[in-house]
């Protein structure tokens, strides 16, 4: 019998096991984790308080949470496949933005939902892949598609290399790497002008056709699609629990016995797949690449605040917040954009310090969620 | 002869750079956070000597000071109501929480200031030495730069105030232990890299423009500095700054700005990929 636990004094992160607790215990089947929360490490002043256990059984349906996701993932395609029948181009353009965020999202949430390596790669992958993509429809050298799929892989294979020197580093050291890389990227791309056409940027083929911008928002509802079944994929796997134990204790997790090099890169380059294709599909989009547009690191920041407002570490948590965070955003936006800086900026502010496990945690401190791997 | 003039120009623009980005590091030092708005904080003591000197026409130099206390109390601020909040939290809370602030503070700057660029032309030309010819302002930043970062260095050292700084980074557990008010530590210590980043800033406005933005430009080269010289390590900063001026100046000569931009993220990738411990840094 699997029994969740809840109301510790600090805010925890969902299915996230402190790096010291006792008695901490996964079942066979990684659905619930028991334990008796001891105050954070290191902090004598910090307060402690004293940990408040409450012990609560999943619900039943928590059993069905994949056909539950199923049904609810049918009604959404069906309806987003509807979409753009009874809306203007307005709205398709904007659902398209909610799609990007959700791909951006959700596999950032691969990597630095699981496994913790926070990664502010995601801005490269994005421009890179919307290099390669818009490059190869700029040639004429492919078809849309293929194109687009050029542009993940580009980016899984750029992740590969990178990958391997880069996991390495541990906590900050990777995120500043990782920054590093993508301006680095970014400064390249600018530079090697005979290939990309440097800071003047490309302009894609302008598409006449309502029935052809529509292919770019049905590709990003399939590639969103794809990120949010993967990610459940990985949720619910071994796989996705020995990443959830490299992110509580990587040494512990490595002895253990799991290959925690193979895990993190493989789900680095998982992760990167996406935000490569969802820039090429962006490109088409837009009609016009230039470095500072795509390699904007905002790209890696909306992915970071998208999860964290979702719950990161979780499958629905990273779409919840990418539908919120842009539909918020747009409002800000259209109602007055000098001030949309100053209230995104303030808005991340007050997430962090009253939210940090995001909609998800705050739905299990309440009761309406159980605490459970698979949400 | 012009490789020396180079050279001597990239070492006083590296002695801005240390200034900014000893904040930087004896922050990351003491709380393990990379505060992703100091370059905003950077910006706002930029923008304070620019609001004296277009004002009222105060020479940069008296405005320094005030433009360092102010900024001074704004990390008060800032590490009292909201750095504190993420000590020892997850690696994601404080590098979302400073990005928030930083993003926060541009857009503030952007509604106040505009994204025009501003300068503030206090003592242009140069002074030639044989066939040397030192820009006035880069020279003074360097010696006031100089002068600061001995300072500080003199207070990390010396002080009892120094001596809590330093053990707190090295092992806060045992510093606490010890007697050391940590939080207070931590409280003090982001005051005083707001205000160097303040001073910082205020050198640059009297040798380039300053706008909005400015600060994400600075920041990726402290963090390449930080790296090259080691986490922590306030000398390896300082010798890190250095080398990085004299680096992209050069690189600037040899090929263009561009390329030169990318100095420093070359710089910081690699020296984290070959040698993460930096070049004086201590092994964590």
């Known amino acids: 019998m699997s029994v969740g636990y809840s109301g510790s004094s600090s805010p925890t992160v969902p299915g996230r096991v402190p790096a010291r607790s006792s008695g901490g215990r996964v079942s066979p089947g990684g659905d619930a984790v028991v334990e008796t929360p001891l105050p954070p490490a290191g902090d004598g002043e910090r307060e402690a308080g004293t940990p408040r256990v409450v012990t609560r059984p999943l619900p039943a349906w928590e059993r069905h949470t994949g056909a539950i996701y199923g049904v609810l993932l049918a009604v959404a395609v069906v309806a987003m496949a509807f979409l753009p029948m009874n809306a203007n181009d307005y709205t398709v353009s904007l659902a398209i933005t909610v799609l990007l965020t959700i791909c951006l999202a959700s596999s950032w949430n691969l990597i630095s939902g699981f496994t913790g390596y926070v990664s502010f790669g995601h801005a490269g992958f994005f421009g890179i892949g919307a290099y390669v993509g818009g490059l190869l429809i700029y040639h004429g050298a492919a078809t849309w598609y293929v194109a687009v799929l050029a542009g993940g892989l580009a980016t899984a294979l750029v992740a590969a290399v990178i990958g391997y020197p880069t996991l390495r580093l541990r906590g900050p050291y990777f995120a500043v790497a990782m920054l590093g890389l993508t301006e680095l990227a970014s400064i390249i791309v600018t530079a090697w002008d005979s290939v990309t056409f440097g800071g003047s940027g490309v302009f894609l083929p302008i598409l006449y056709e309502r029935s052809e911008r529509l292919t770019n928002y049905y590709a990003m509802l399939v590639l969103a699609v794809v990120v949010a079944v993967v990610s459940y994929a990985v949720a619910t796997s071994r796989f996705g629990l020995r990443l959830l134990a490299i992110r509580d204790d990587e040494g512990a997790a490595r002895a253990m016995g799991i290959n925690t090099t193979a895990h993190k890169l493989g789900a680095f380059v998982l992760s990167s797949f996406f935000p490569g294709a969802a820039g090429a599909i962006y490109a088409r989009h837009t009609g016009y690449i230039d470095p500072p547009a795509f390699f904007a690191v905002i790209w890696s920041i909306r992915a970071i605040a998208t999860s964290m407002l979702g719950g990161q570490g979780t499958v629905i948590g990273p779409i919840l917040g990418a539908v919120v965070l842009t539909l918020v955003s747009e409002e800000v936006w259209s109602r007055d954009p000098n001030a949309y800086q100053i209230i995104f900026g303030g808005l991340i502010v007050l997430v962090v310090l009253f939210m940090p496990g995001g909609f998800v945690a705050l739905l299990q401190r309440v009761g309406w969620l159980p605490r459970s791997r698979r949400l | ?284």
Not at chain 2, 91 to 109: D, M, P, V
Request: glycine content about 12%.
């Open chain 2, 1 to 284: 002869m012009d490789i020396l003039q180079v050279i001597i120009s990239g070492l006083l623009l590296g002695g801005v750079y240390a200034i900014f980005a000893a904040g930087l590091n004896t922050i990351f030092g003491v709380m393990r956070i990379i505060n992703l708005a100091h370059g905003e904080l950077m910006m706002l003591g930029a923008y304070v000597t620019f609001a004296f000197y277009d004002g009222w026409g105060i020479n940069p130099l008296i405005t320094l000071p005030i433009s360092a206390v102010l900024l001074f109390g704004l990390g008060l601020l800032f590490q009292q109501f909201l750095i504190e909040r993420v000590v020892g939290q997850p690696l994601l809370s404080s590098l979302l929480l400073t990005f928030g602030l930083s993003t926060l503070l541009q857009g503030i700057a952007l509604n106040r200031f505009t994204a025009n660029f501003r300068s503030v032309p206090f003592l242009s030309g140069s002074w030639g030495i044989g066939e040397l010819s030192l820009s006035r302002s880069r020279l003074l930043a360097f010696v006031v730069a100089l002068a600061v970062t001995g300072l500080v260095y003199l207070f990390l050292q010396r002080s009892r105030f120094g001596k809590a700084i330093r053990a707190t980074s090295q092992q806060p557990d045992v510093a606490e232990v010890c007697g050391v008010d940590v939080r207070q530590v931590r409280l003090m210590t982001f005051a005083l890299g707001a205000a160097l980043a303040a001073i910082a800033g205020s050198l640059v406005a009297m040798i380039f423009s300053i706008y909005p933005e400015m600060g994400r430009m600075f920041i990726g080269k402290a963090f390449a500095i930080i790296v090259l010289g080691g986490l922590g390590s306030f000398g390896g900063a300082f010798a890190g700054a250095l080398v990085l001026g004299v680096g992209e100046t050069l690189a600037a000569y040899w090929t263009d700005t561009q390329i030169a931009q990318g100095v420093s993220y070359a710089a910081l990738v690699l020296v984290l990929l070959l040698r993460p411990s930096g070049f004086f840094g201590v092994k964590e």
